[in-house]
């Protein structure tokens, strides 16, 4: 199975604030990273796919980056709905498997 | 509207078995893969499964021989079949829909259902 590395685990921000959360895959896995945020009590919803792209509807101070191995989510601006817990994850080869995920916190 | 609704979630013992369903509306059901996902208490995302539109099946190396995925296009329905339970089976369980324009990602979640094992 593909290991997927999240850092920081958790991190504290200020609204205004530029946020970076790494992600990195146990071996090459192309562009096949997608990015999650999960709010308590919530399901999961799609941020970025295929490395980069941007989910429609989802805020444009969301980007993602990397292919290969290494991979990263930026959100330009942290706005108060975006205190959350975000999770990238691997669809190279089954199982897809998940990081085990990054809480953005006040 | 798109909307995933699951059902089927409660307490089992270990060894028992459980059916979850997820009703599907607001799309045509066929043309998508579907997979299931779980989340342990307070844990991170967990992939269990997915289900091509024509029955294509794939499972993580956790569940395979004891947990059966299907769907039912006719009536837009999803299923988990889960044999053999164990604890470590507790989770909440959601279905999700294949990204519309790109498979490899899940654009459309239900809300959860919650497995319990326990004696």
């Known amino acids: 199975d593909i290991q997927m590395t999240q850092s920081p685990s958790s991190l504290s921000a200020s609204v205004g604030d530029r946020v970076t959360i790494t992600c990195r895959a146990g071996?090459?896995?192309?562009?096949?990273l997608n990015w999650y945020q999960q709010k308590p009590g919530k399901a999961p919803k799609v941020l970025i796919y295929?490395?980069?792209s941007l989910q429609s509807g989802v805020p444009s101070r969301f980007s993602g980056s990397g292919s290969g191995t290494n991979f990263t989510l930026t959100i330009s601006s942290l706005q108060p709905e975006d205190f959350a817990t975000y999770y990238c994850?691997?669809?190279?080869?089954?199982?897809?498997?998940f990081g085990q995920g990054a809480k953005v916190e006040i | 509207q798109v909307q995933l609704l699951e059902s089927g979630g409660g307490l089992v013992k270990p060894g028992g078995s459980l059916r979850l369903s997820c009703a599907a509306s607001?799309?045509?059901?066929?043309?998508?893969?579907m997979s299931w996902i779980r989340q342990a208490p307070g844990k991170g995302l967990e992939w269990v499964s997915y289900?091509?539109?024509?029955?294509?099946?794939i499972y993580a190396g956790s569940v395979r021989g004891r947990f059966t995925i299907s769907r039912d296009n006719a009536k837009n329905s999803l299923y988990l079949q889960m044999n053999s339970l164990r604890a470590g089976d507790t989770a909440v369980y959601y279905c999700?829909?294949?990204?519309?324009?790109?498979?490899?990602?899940?654009?459309?979640w239900g809300q959860g259902t919650m497995v319990t094992v326990s004696s």
């Open positions: 999700a829909r294949h990204h519309s324009g790109y498979d490899r990602a899940f654009d459309i």
């Open positions: 607001g799309f045509t059901f066929s043309d998508y893969y």
């Open positions: 289900i091509s539109g024509g029955g294509y099946v």
């Open positions: 071996q090459s896995i192309s562009n096949y």
């Open positions: 295929a490395a980069s």
């Open positions: 994850q691997q669809t190279y080869t089954t199982p897809w498997t």
